[in-house]
């Protein structure tokens, strides 16, 4: 469900300038209704809509699983809804101050901001009367659902059906002349969605002296709840209700975790008492109980120790001295001393049974580091305790060296190095050291102790020197260092392109075209990538023909050109990182096509006596034929140039011819460039 827009964090948005004034509105699901709340989010068109009235029509969009169509259209009220009258309010307004404060925002002579009850103090005053009403209106209506309906902005559908769903849309009835359009909003609903109200979470008390601490996190359920009460019970059975205003948020949601709701509660001490919360919707539901909060609250102790000098006699022993007001010693069973490694803990007793007139005491077994506490234990159970202090043996002891010290290293040199954690108590960081050459010594890039285990620079990456080096020191507190970490290498990104090879020697044949270059210079190449393009089409691409990745092959034979003509060839080179080349000027070659076989012909004849003709028929490749030359004679020796034909045609009728006469026939295709096939020979008797 979408929180309508009126709490307080959200009310200080809607008196910011918006093009055009709209209605905000929100539903809430019950078993056999559905109820909605709603409100203009402008000072100005809300005093317009409150004299205009409000309408709703309900859209019916589907029945028991299955769209509605056309869509149902049918209007929940036959005139609009509008404030009541002011004297129709004066029942609930004796019973609800926020009826009150709503009934003196709409019908009030005039409009002061004085605090109305808890929270609503906290509120920062606005300039404007118009929206000093508007926003205590609004606020005022969210804490009581009557209220709200006796004001025209909430309503109840009593007329809706399971197995159907809606969309509810709340219009303003009509729009004074010369004064900006309210939209209209919606909202979906369906009684199908109803789920019960859930019991409010998180709360949790601190019982201190004479009083307890409350609190819960207003933010977890902030989309449900809009107010919350609180009550407490002497027996966890009968519970009353302690608050006589509703508890509510006046800050603006910052998440989840955002804001805590508390109360203080006034009690005895030694007594333990019970307290649970409820929270209440827009629409005047209340919650089932949180879960309860128990505890007693207790006399403190008004004196604690203070720890005011310390002594190491041995490298394994320390003596603590404490202040602690003697009119105390009758308060408390005596004092124990507590351990920790940092001064955040936790905290361990180390020694216990100390009397109360003491006000010192040895300690042995130190550590590496040392946090100490003192604490007096109060007879009735409560504890006070000295702040830490920190004791810190003669050490002359390094820690281990850093291990697993890794790096990142991008293209524009920012550089990532992380390692991992050294386990010394008493470690206070690390140091750094880089050099270009593994072999001379280190400068250290660190001015100071680094404290984390990961270390971001920026370094030279457009430079001679491919490769870097890295190497680090762990440091305690005591600056004693450890021996230096493994070297660590880290390659330098490549971001210079290699240099272009260029053509040298080129020859074109029957075969294809063979091409020589000079390979690209730089060291790092990986592979040199030859482009060819048709020149015979206007609109060609260059297309990769092929990468010969090894460094040694100078030369390609192209023997995939689709056919004769004019073809360009350029060639780049590409390195190890994918950075390629400029690319070489354009080369262009003029290729003759492949040389044709006998094999690549198919030539035959037909006799037709009846008709007196023989046709001749043939095929080729798929290749350009410029023409054909046709032989004919009447033995295989005498062939003559008989006939010259198209390079379109196939085929060929011979109708001057002697009957009773062997012929011979020999076929030769020309191509482009003069170039000339096998003749192909057939025999037949006419």
Request: charged residues 20%.
């Given at each position: 469900?979408?929180?309508?827009?009126?709490?307080?964090?959200?009310?200080?948005?809607?008196?910011?300038?918006?093009?055009?004034?709209?209605?905000?509105?929100?539903?809430?699901?019950?078993?056999?209704?559905?109820?909605?709340?709603?409100?203009?989010?402008?000072?100005?068109?809300?005093?317009?809509?409150?004299?205009?009235?409000?309408?709703?029509?309900?859209?019916?969009?589907?029945?028991?699983?299955?769209?509605?169509?056309?869509?149902?259209?049918?209007?929940?009220?036959?005139?609009?809804?509008?404030?009541?009258?002011?004297?129709?309010?004066?029942?609930?307004?004796?019973?609800?101050?926020?009826?009150?404060?709503?009934?003196?925002?709409?019908?009030?002579?005039?409009?002061?901001?004085?605090?109305?009850?808890?929270?609503?103090?906290?509120?920062?005053?606005?300039?404007?009367?118009?929206?000093?009403?508007?926003?205590?209106?609004?606020?005022?209506?969210?804490?009581?659902?009557?209220?709200?309906?006796?004001?025209?902005?909430?309503?109840?559908?009593?007329?809706?059906?399971?197995?159907?769903?809606?969309?509810?849309?709340?219009?303003?009835?009509?729009?004074?002349?010369?004064?900006?359009?309210?939209?209209?909003?919606?909202?979906?609903?369906?009684?199908?969605?109803?789920?019960?109200?859930?019991?409010?979470?998180?709360?949790?008390?601190?019982?201190?002296?004479?009083?307890?601490?409350?609190?819960?996190?207003?933010?977890?359920?902030?989309?449900?709840?809009?107010?919350?009460?609180?009550?407490?019970?002497?027996?966890?059975?009968?519970?009353?209700?302690?608050?006589?205003?509703?508890?509510?948020?006046?800050?603006?949601?910052?998440?989840?975790?955002?804001?805590?709701?508390?109360?203080?509660?006034?009690?005895?001490?030694?007594?333990?008492?019970?307290?649970?919360?409820?929270?209440?919707?827009?629409?005047?539901?209340?919650?089932?109980?949180?879960?309860?909060?128990?505890?007693?609250?207790?006399?403190?102790?008004?004196?604690?120790?203070?720890?005011?000098?310390?002594?190491?006699?041995?490298?394994?022993?320390?003596?603590?001295?404490?202040?602690?007001?003697?009119?105390?010693?009758?308060?408390?069973?005596?004092?124990?001393?507590?351990?920790?490694?940092?001064?955040?803990?936790?905290?361990?007793?180390?020694?216990?049974?100390?009397?109360?007139?003491?006000?010192?005491?040895?300690?042995?077994?130190?550590?590496?580091?040392?946090?100490?506490?003192?604490?007096?234990?109060?007879?009735?159970?409560?504890?006070?305790?000295?702040?830490?202090?920190?004791?810190q043996p003669i050490d002359s002891t390094p820690p281990l060296p850093p291990m697993g010290l890794s790096a990142a290293l991008d293209t524009?040199?920012?550089?990532?190095?992380?390692?991992?954690?050294?386990?010394?108590?008493?470690?206070?960081?690390?140091?750094?050291?880089?050099?270009?050459?593994?072999?001379?010594?280190?400068?250290?890039?660190?001015?100071?102790?680094?404290?984390?285990?990961?270390?971001?620079?920026?370094?030279?990456?457009?430079?001679?020197?491919?490769?870097?080096?890295?190497?680090?020191?762990?440091?305690?507190?005591?600056?004693?260092?450890?021996?230096?970490?493994?070297?660590?290498?880290?390659?330098?990104?490549?971001?210079?392109?290699?240099?272009?090879?260029?053509?040298?020697?080129?020859?074109?044949?029957?075969?294809?075209?063979?091409?020589?270059?000079?390979?690209?210079?730089?060291?790092?190449?990986?592979?040199?990538?030859?482009?060819?393009?048709?020149?015979?089409?206007?609109?060609?691409?260059?297309?990769?023909?092929?990468?010969?990745?090894?460094?040694?092959?100078?030369?390609?034979?192209?023997?995939?050109?689709?056919?004769?003509?004019?073809?360009?060839?350029?060639?780049?080179?590409?390195?190890?990182?994918?950075?390629?080349?400029?690319?070489?000027?354009?080369?262009?070659?003029?290729?003759?096509?492949?040389?044709?076989?006998?094999?690549?012909?198919?030539?035959?004849?037909?006799?037709?006596?009846?008709?007196?003709?023989?046709?001749?028929?043939?095929?080729?490749?798929?290749?350009?034929?410029?023409?054909?030359?046709?032989?004919?004679?009447?033995?295989?020796?005498?062939?003559?140039?008989?006939?010259?034909?198209?390079?379109?045609?196939?085929?060929?009728?011979?109708?001057?011819?002697?009957?009773?006469?062997?012929?011979?026939?020999?076929?030769?295709?020309?191509?482009?460039?003069?170039?000339?096939?096998?003749?192909?020979?057939?025999?037949?008797?006419?």
């Amino acid at each position: 469900m979408k929180y309508l827009l009126i709490l307080f964090g959200l009310v200080s948005s809607m008196l910011q300038a918006q093009e055009n004034p709209s209605v905000q509105v929100i539903s809430r699901n019950q078993q056999d209704r559905v109820l909605l709340r709603w409100a203009v989010d402008q000072p100005q068109a809300w005093k317009e809509a409150n004299t205009l009235g409000f309408l709703i029509e309900r859209s019916t969009i589907s029945r028991n699983g299955e769209a509605v169509v056309p869509i149902e259209k049918s209007m929940l009220v036959t005139v609009p809804l509008k404030p009541q009258p002011l004297e129709a309010w004066e029942t609930l307004a004796t019973q609800d101050q926020n009826a009150a404060i709503l009934a003196q925002a709409l019908y009030g002579d005039r409009f002061e901001t004085s605090s109305p009850g808890e929270g609503l103090g906290a509120i920062y005053a606005v300039n404007e009367e118009l929206e000093q009403r508007f926003t205590f209106g609004l606020l005022a209506a969210e804490q009581n659902y009557e209220a709200a309906k006796l004001a025209g902005w909430a309503f109840e559908d009593t007329t809706a059906k399971k197995g159907e769903q809606y969309v509810y849309t709340i219009s303003v009835a009509q729009t004074l002349e010369g004064t900006p359009i309210i939209e209209n909003g919606t909202v979906y609903s369906s009684l199908d969605d109803f789920e019960p109200l859930p019991k409010p979470i998180g709360f949790f008390g601190l019982f201190e002296d004479n009083h307890a601490n409350l609190s819960w996190n207003f933010n977890l359920l902030q989309e449900l709840y809009t107010n919350y009460s609180i009550e407490r019970s002497e027996d966890n059975s009968v519970f009353e209700q302690l608050n006589a205003a509703p508890i509510f948020s006046v800050q603006e949601s910052n998440g989840p975790n955002g804001t805590s709701l508390s109360y203080t509660d006034s009690i005895p001490n030694n007594k333990t008492f019970y307290y649970r919360i409820k929270g209440k919707t827009a629409f005047g539901e209340t919650s089932p109980p949180s879960d309860v909060v128990s505890g007693k609250a207790q006399e403190n102790l008004a004196f604690s120790p203070r720890i005011t000098r310390k002594e190491i006699p041995t490298d394994s022993t320390a003596t603590l001295f404490w202040e602690f007001d003697q009119k105390g010693n009758d308060l408390i069973t005596g004092f124990e001393v507590h351990r920790a490694n940092s001064d955040n803990g936790p905290f361990e007793v180390v020694k216990k049974n100390i009397s109360t007139t003491a006000r010192t005491t040895t300690i042995s077994g130190l550590k590496r580091v040392n946090y100490f506490t003192v604490v007096a234990l109060g007879k009735n159970g409560v504890r006070s305790e000295s702040f830490a202090t920190m004791i810190q043996p003669i050490d002359s002891t390094p820690p281990l060296p850093p291990m697993g010290l890794s790096a990142a290293l991008d293209t524009t040199g920012i550089l990532r190095l992380s390692w991992n954690k050294n386990a010394e108590e008493d470690l206070k960081g690390y140091r750094i050291f880089t050099a270009n050459n593994p072999d001379v010594e280190f400068n250290e890039i660190t001015s100071k102790t680094h404290l984390s285990e990961i270390f971001i620079d920026t370094i030279p990456i457009n430079n001679l020197n491919k490769k870097i080096y890295f190497k680090i020191k762990a440091e305690d507190f005591r600056y004693n260092q450890s021996k230096f970490s493994e070297i660590l290498m880290v390659d330098k990104p490549d971001v210079s392109p290699p240099s272009p090879p260029f053509f040298k020697r080129y020859s074109s044949s029957t075969d294809g075209i063979a091409l020589q270059w000079t390979p690209s210079s730089s060291t790092d190449v990986n592979s040199h990538i030859i482009y060819r393009k048709n020149n015979a089409k206007t609109d060609a691409l260059w297309e990769q023909i092929t990468e010969i990745k090894s460094a040694l092959d100078s030369t390609y034979t192209d023997h995939s050109l689709p056919a004769t003509g004019s073809y360009s060839y350029t060639i780049i080179a590409k390195d190890n990182v994918g950075l390629e080349s400029s690319v070489t000027e354009a080369l262009t070659l003029l290729w003759n096509g492949k040389e044709i076989q006998e094999e690549d012909m198919k030539f035959s004849g037909i006799v037709d006596r009846e008709l007196r003709f023989i046709n001749l028929s043939w095929k080729m490749k798929d290749m350009p034929i410029i023409e054909y030359r046709l032989y004919r004679g009447t033995t295989k020796d005498d062939l003559k140039l008989y006939k010259v034909i198209d390079g379109s045609s196939n085929g060929y009728n011979d109708t001057s011819l002697e009957i009773n006469t062997e012929y011979w026939y020999g076929l030769q295709a020309i191509l482009n460039g003069g170039r000339t096939s096998p003749i192909k020979e057939i025999n037949l008797k006419y």
